[in-house]
């Protein structure tokens, strides 16, 4: 095998790719990525037998086509310590892989190709297609709420629901540890026919390099979903990722129908300043903050035996009966922190001991539920 490539569209690939590359592994050939050349152009793979990633590269010059196995780590630091615009010429006789530039060349242990799992490729088959925008949404709304510590597998993934009618779809993405939940839902199309509906439960960390992965906002995503695997293209790039086992928690019985609650509208960024600084004085014994919704403004309150008490006030548009209830404060500046501080969220809530809904009206829903009084 004989490619030549620029150093850039290299190191882009490696740096994603490293994010697959597991740092320790009972398998040592995982450590290596695969290059692949064939007729005029080049992908580069890596996986970890969960998550994995193929990547077409730009710019590519195919000498003689092959495959070699190289070791992540050393090619990324001769890459990255390359200058811009190096041309790299890449080969391999099948027992060494020889990575040679202007005024440097390197000679690094090649091991067998055949012995490299197979990354999936994209399939040529119906399949949904989303903006790269709500992609990003998608991911950065929901995955802080997951659970990988949990026992309840399913809580350590972010459940996509899929539907389509005609050339008309939905995307619903849901995660939740138990104690919280978030929501995103947006529009979505179809490509190459009407993919039948899935629900799958997607790895956090899937979800992260999916939205690491993603480049010009104006190429769309395509997602496909097999038995037991997902697969996501955006551009030159497809990640698969085996899903997560286990039964996901019947979400919508989260968002109850409640037309007697209170409901209030709050713009984030002050609401998010409010908490934290009400945050300052909690600790992990006492880490609630009362949350008392009087009519014309908002009173925050937390204390602790060591650190003392706070109290922080926030001007609200809200008449109706007052409504106290304690929250987590991280839970709550978690929610805040995704969403474009002059976003208005709606606080609904009816009493201390019901779970407390917030909505944005971009299709994103946040329930909390309540800590106990003290």
């Given at each position: 095998?004989k490619?030549?490539?620029?150093?850039?569209?290299?190191?882009?690939a490696l740096?994603s790719?490293?994010?697959?590359?597991?740092?320790?592994?009972?398998?040592?050939?995982?450590?290596?990525?695969?290059?692949?050349?064939?007729?005029t152009?080049?992908?580069?793979?890596?996986t970890?037998?969960?998550?994995?990633?193929?990547?077409d590269?730009?710019?590519?010059?195919?000498?003689?086509?092959?495959?070699?196995?190289?070791p992540?780590?050393?090619l990324?630091?001769?890459?990255?310590?390359?200058q811009?615009?190096t041309?790299?010429?890449?080969?391999?006789d099948?027992?060494?892989?020889?990575?040679?530039?202007?005024?440097?060349?390197?000679?690094?242990?090649?091991?067998?190709?055949?012995?490299?799992?197979?990354?999936?490729?994209?399939?040529?088959?119906a399949?949904?297609?989303?903006?790269?925008?709500l992609v990003?949404?998608?991911?950065?709304?929901?995955?802080f709420?997951?659970?990988?510590?949990?026992?309840?597998?399913?809580?350590?993934?972010?459940?996509?629901?899929?539907?389509?009618?005609?050339?008309?779809?939905?995307?619903?993405?849901?995660?939740?540890?138990?104690?919280?939940?978030?929501?995103?839902?947006?529009?979505?199309?179809?490509?190459?026919?009407v993919?039948?509906?899935?629900?799958?439960?997607?790895?956090?960390?899937a979800?992260?390099?999916?939205?690491?992965?993603?480049?010009?906002?104006s190429?769309?995503?395509?997602?496909?979903v097999?038995?037991?695997?997902?697969?996501?293209?955006?551009?030159?790039?497809?990640?698969?990722?085996?899903?997560?086992?286990?039964?996901?928690?019947?979400?919508?019985d989260?968002?109850?129908?409640?037309?007697?609650?209170?409901?209030?509208?709050?713009?984030?960024?002050?609401?998010?300043?409010?908490?934290?600084?009400?945050?300052?004085?909690?600790?992990?014994?006492?880490?609630?903050?009362?949350?008392?919704?009087?009519?014309?403004?908002?009173?925050?309150?937390?204390?602790?035996?060591?650190?003392?008490?706070?109290?922080?006030?926030?001007?609200?548009?809200?008449?109706?009966?007052?409504v106290?209830?304690?929250?987590?404060?991280?839970?709550?500046?978690?929610?805040?922190?995704?969403?474009?501080?002059?976003?208005?969220?709606?606080?609904?809530?009816?009493?201390?001991?019901?779970a407390?809904?917030?909505?944005?009206?971009?299709g994103?829903?946040?329930?909390?539920?309540?800590?106990a009084?003290?």
């Open positions: 095998m490619v030549r490539l620029t150093r850039e569209p290299l190191l882009a740096q790719a490293s994010a697959v590359v597991p740092a320790r592994s009972p398998k040592p050939v995982l450590s290596n990525v695969k290059l692949e050349a064939q007729g152009s080049a992908v580069l793979s890596a970890d037998l969960e998550v994995g990633i193929r990547i590269l730009e710019g590519v010059e195919v000498g003689a086509a092959g495959a070699v196995l190289l992540s780590g050393r990324m630091a001769i890459v990255r310590e390359s811009p615009g041309v790299f010429d890449i080969q391999s099948g027992t060494a892989a020889v990575v040679k530039a202007t005024r440097s060349e390197f000679r690094l242990p090649a091991e067998d190709p055949l012995e490299f799992p197979s990354v999936a490729t994209f399939p040529s088959e399949c949904f297609e989303l903006s790269q925008p990003r949404e998608l991911v950065r709304r929901t995955v709420s997951t659970d990988n510590e949990s026992s309840r597998y399913a809580l350590g993934g972010v459940l996509l629901e899929l539907a389509a009618q005609g050339s008309a779809a939905s995307v619903i993405a849901v995660g939740t540890d138990g104690r919280r939940l978030a929501k995103m839902e947006g529009p979505a199309a179809v490509k190459d026919g993919p039948a509906e899935a629900q799958p439960i997607v790895p956090a960390r979800m992260q390099l999916i939205e690491r992965c993603l480049g010009d906002a190429m769309p995503v395509q997602v496909a097999r038995t037991s695997e997902i697969l996501v293209k955006t551009g030159p790039t497809t990640i698969s990722a085996r899903l997560v086992e286990g039964r996901f928690p019947r979400w919508r989260v968002f109850p129908d409640r037309p007697d609650a209170a409901k209030v509208n709050i713009v984030a960024g002050p609401l998010l300043v409010a908490v934290r600084q009400a945050a300052i004085v909690t600790s992990e014994q006492s880490k609630g903050v009362d949350f008392a919704f009087d009519p014309g403004q908002l009173v925050l309150s937390g204390r602790s035996a060591e650190s003392g008490e706070s109290r922080i006030e926030l001007p609200i548009e809200h008449a109706g009966q007052a106290k209830i304690k929250l987590d404060p991280r839970f709550m500046s978690e929610f805040l922190r995704v969403l474009d501080g002059a976003a208005t969220v709606t606080v609904e809530l009816t009493d201390a001991q019901s407390c809904v917030c909505r944005t009206d971009d994103y829903g946040y329930v909390i539920m309540p800590l009084a003290d």
